[in-house]
């Protein structure tokens, strides 16, 4: 399975803590972690990964959702489900969920 993203630093300026993070998500790949190599698209960089399985590609692009910034993933205050963010700022993972927590709290 040979997956593209675009070429993009993804370590420059993160924290220390962001840093051991990452560090810790790629050893949950058990010591296979994937290899890649840098191509050129139309005078633009990007890499290709070579993954040694299916589960190995999920969880790196896992990895990098739950560290990414913008639209990162987290867990509903609510109902605990997991959700991607649609605002840097969401805690909830819909209205109705949002709605019943703040009866909850009224309670």
């Not at 840098?38 to 290709?48: C, F, H, I």
Request: contains cysteine; proline residues 3%; glycine residues 4%.
């Amino acid at each position: 399975m040979v997956l593209i993203f675009t070429f993009a630093s993804i370590s420059d300026g993160l924290t220390e803590k962001q840093k051991e993070f990452q560090k810790q998500s790629m050893a949950a790949f058990d010591g296979l972690t994937p290899t890649y190599h840098v191509g050129l698209m139309e005078d633009r960089p990007y890499l290709v990964w070579n993954f040694n399985s299916s589960l190995q590609g999920i969880q790196l692009m896992m990895s990098m959702m739950l560290t990414d910034d913008s639209r990162p993933i987290r867990m509903c205050k609510n109902c605990g489900k997991a959700f991607i963010t649609r605002r840097h700022r969401d805690k909830f993972c819909s209205k109705d969920c949002s709605e019943e927590y703040k009866n909850s709290l009224d309670v």
